[in-house]
């Protein structure tokens, strides 16, 4: 049973997911500072001094608090555009690297005049 968990565990698929996982919580915090660190305070926040509000969780309209919406929809609005442009740019890079690989190119099939001179040379022969 041990040895069973062991091969679960190795497979290929649960460390590809178990990598992703990790990997995708640390790439979620670098887009949380982004929006919090740099978006927030260059973009959102004339419009929230605007609003007399000091965070953007603060946001609210008769009870309704939409702060914290906003800025998840801001969060997942980033995420999906760095996203994008992350794929757009490996799949360029798989691109240029099947390019640069050898293809083997087939040999060239003897042309119409070539086949002929063959076969007048075997007539000759005979």
Do not use: C, H
Not at 11 to 31: C, H, K, M, Q, S
Request: charged share 20%; glycine share 4%; hydrophobic share 55%.
């Amino acid at each position: 049973m041990l040895k069973e968990l062991k091969d679960f565990l190795l497979r290929g698929n649960v460390v590809d997911l178990a990598v992703g996982v990790i990997i995708a919580t640390a790439f979620g915090a670098i887009i949380n500072s982004f929006v919090n660190d740099i978006i927030t305070p260059l973009l959102l926040n004339p419009a929230l001094e605007a609003a007399n509000v000091q965070n953007i969780a603060e946001l609210a309209w008769n009870g309704v608090t939409y702060g914290k919406f906003l800025s998840a929809v801001i969060n997942f609005v980033v995420i999906g555009t760095v996203l994008f442009f992350m794929i757009k740019a490996i799949e360029k890079a798989q691109n240029l690297r099947k390019k640069e690989e050898v293809v083997e190119e087939a040999p060239a099939a003897p042309t119409e005049l070539e086949v002929l001179q063959e076969i007048k040379a075997l007539l000759e022969k005979k």
